[in-house]
């Protein structure tokens, strides 16, 4: 029986939106070109007063907490679902610039012990922005994950890493910017595959661990992508995520980390939505300048070409933001969402990349130009059908889900 | 649960039934009653007009999906009374509802049903070319309607037509002077349930027979919601089968299932039926709360007949040539599939 969620947003989200909005439109939009043409500049503007807004609001912050005392389903990921879709409508790039917390933070809390989550989340919290980070890309290992090299050594009370990560997302601002850290994956044992692999908090300033490189990108550059050394990097013990006393069944400590994408995925999905909203309102608005008006209610036989691009734009993006929250929803209510979180990624990557394409295409010169930000949703779109999974990946995710196989079946 | 009895029935009679219903043309004897019994229109009318509960949009698409997932046509049949009695339940007067719905609900399914579609490519609800004129304190229909399903046994027909620039619903016995029924219309699909073209030529009814409160939007945006629903069970059905197919049929050594190009078309069609029925139930969610729902139904439906006929097409595409014998049911879904948009008004919930 598929799941009936709920499709009221809760009041006290909607009204944060509302805050967040505000921030988009006065803040995030002004700033986008500038970030877009000044690659590896860090938008401290921006960083400062969201961490300053986040921590005055309270509660706010941008990584689940855990379960309500009173037993009361949270509403976690939902609102972490609306922010994340409002702050990405007003820029993707300098969203995911935004403090407290991160994809380390989630990674954390999605697989720390109680104890781990209060050591490494507390800098969160404090007076100055802090970042975190996920690296998990090599350059021989991406989608394929179990072929990753990097390696963790017991040393006495310490891990040892060796290895190179390509691809982390703000890794600059985890490590030399801010006292953060990332969150590495590594093997504890090469011979046994992905069963060896575990993640690993190395904080910033830990000897042997630099940053390389910082890449440029297609779209998203108000982001750092870095790339990273660990070189006789030493951690202790207690980095490694998860219980390291606790015998972890056979395959468990690689499904620890597999949750964080989880998680993250209908995360993504939001972003990915928000520059879709984004570039379809900014499609009828320059539509509607010209006297173009979109009529609804027609059948598809009496509509103009434009009203059926816009239509079908309107239906993807529902489909994929109503995907999208049912996996949130099932999130906080402590369903499994293994297929959820994929189906809303393929949908919502699919439907990014088509919304901002075509919105180019049918704008023509007005589109192509680089005058409005069109273009730049255009770039930065693409991005959310390759990180967190690309959208064959999960294609892989929903069919071993619904077929009943594993990786032995489908591969 | 209703919703639970709803899936009983349409696994263990609807679905059985549905080739042989297709092939011959009509519904084995008692299938459709047994259907009625379950109580899906008598459940949403009161029991000041006979009924036993209250109308919900929401619990209308899920028993709608389950029933077309069993088979769209006998779907179609079992709701057709609703079409008729959940517009007079929404938008008669007092005296209305009591004179036009207990005859509805209180003997067993009857043909009672509803004329909305007219036969012209471009066919747009709020633009009806049958029109209503005043005349001698009561009203003149004349037009063509299309798609009536059970016309030709109808007690009563709930026909829509234009009154001055506004549509309207005019309740129209069978046998009114005027009123021609055509013979029984060939479809590409839908083989089972009957549809007739009707002719209306002047045909008089008093002022009552007008739906008082007729909130059209509201009604049309009922009749969306009940055939995207529709639309919903059918792709179910494709896709389901064409997953159990792809994992039994073996090709180059192993199950076709297993293979990343048919597996990532499973995925896809899991993911479009899922978002489409969200957009459905986010729809009806909203005609149940009274918010507005006139965008989000026809774009629901536009999407979830989209998705009907994405998913039955690459059902048939995975059973191959198999796909393409009527012994399996995947080709009577990819042209059930196709007429969704134009089975509007056949049912409401």
Known sequence: MPKMISFETPKSILETVTMIE??????????????????????????????????ATGGLTMAPGPSTKDGTPRQDYQ????????????????????????????????????????????RFNGEKPVFSSMAITEPQAGSDTAAIKTTAVREGDQWVLNGEKIFVTGGRKSLEDTPGFVVVWATINPAAGREGIRSFVVEAGTPGCTVTKVEKKLGIRASDTTAILLNDCRVPLGNMLGDLEA???????????????????????????????????????????????????????????????VTDMEIGLRSAWLLTLRAVWMADNKLPINAEASMSKIKAGDVVVQITQRAVELLGPVGYSRRHLLEKWFRDAKINDLYEGTGQINRLIVARRILGYGRKELD | MLVEAVRRYATTDLRPAA??????????????????????????????????????????????????????????????????????????NEAQKQEWLPPVIGSGWRPFSAALLEPHFDFTPSELRTVATSENGGFALTGKKTQVPFAAQADQLLVFADLNGSPQAFVVPRTAEGLHIGDRQQLLGLHALPLFEITLDHVRVPVEARLARLDFPLILASFQVAI????????????????????QREAFGG?????????????????????????????????????????SAYLALLGAADTAMMVTDRAVQILGGHGYIREHPVERWMRDARGIQTFLGLAMV
């Open chain 1, 79 to 122: 609102r972490l679902a609306h922010y994340v879709e409002a702050l990405s409508w007003g820029d993707a790039g300098l969203y995911l610039c935004t403090p407290r917390g991160g994809l380390g933070a989630a990674a954390v809390s999605a697989t720390g012990t109680p104890e781990q989550k209060a050591r490494f989340l507390e």
């Open chain 2, 255 to 295: 199950p076709i299932a297993q293979k990343q190009a048919i597996a990532f078309m499973l995925a896809e069609m899991a993911t479009e039926i899922d978002g489409a029925r969200l957009m459905v139930w986010e729809a009806a969610w909203q005609l149940d709360r009274g918010l507005p729902a006139s965008k």
């Open chain 1, 247 to 309: 015998k972890p069944r056979s395959g468990e400590g690689y499904k620890g980390v597999l949750r964080t994408f989880e998680a993250t995925r209908p995360l993504v999905a939001a972003s990915a939505l928000g520059i879709a909203r984004a570039a379809l309102e900014f499609l009828k608005e320059a539509l509607a300048e010209q006297g173009v008006e979109i009529r609804y209610g027609l059948p598809r036989s009496r509509m103009t070409n434009l009203e059926r691009e």
């Open chain 2, 19 to 92: 080739h042989e219903a297709d092939e011959r043309g009509e519904f084995s004897p008692g299938l459709i009653a047994k259907g009625w019994e379950l109580g899906l229109l008598q459940g949403s009318v009161p029991e000041s007009f006979g009924g036993f509960g209250d109308r919900s949009a929401v619990s209308g698409a899920l028993a709608a999906e389950e029933l077309a997932w069993g088979d769209l046509a006998g779907a179609l049949a079992i709701l057709t009374p609703n079409a008729f009695a959940l517009p007079v339940l929404v938008g008669g």
């Open chain 1, 22 to 55: 505000t921030v988009a439109t006065e803040m995030m939009r002004p700033a986008a070109r500038y970030y877009d043409e000044h690659e590896h500049e860090t938008p401290w503007d921006y960083i400062n007063f969201m961490h300053q807004a986040l921590q």
């Open chain 2, 228 to 247: 995207a629903a529709a639309a919903i069970g059918v792709s179910r059905a494709g896709f389901e089968y064409a997953l159990q197919y792809a994992k």
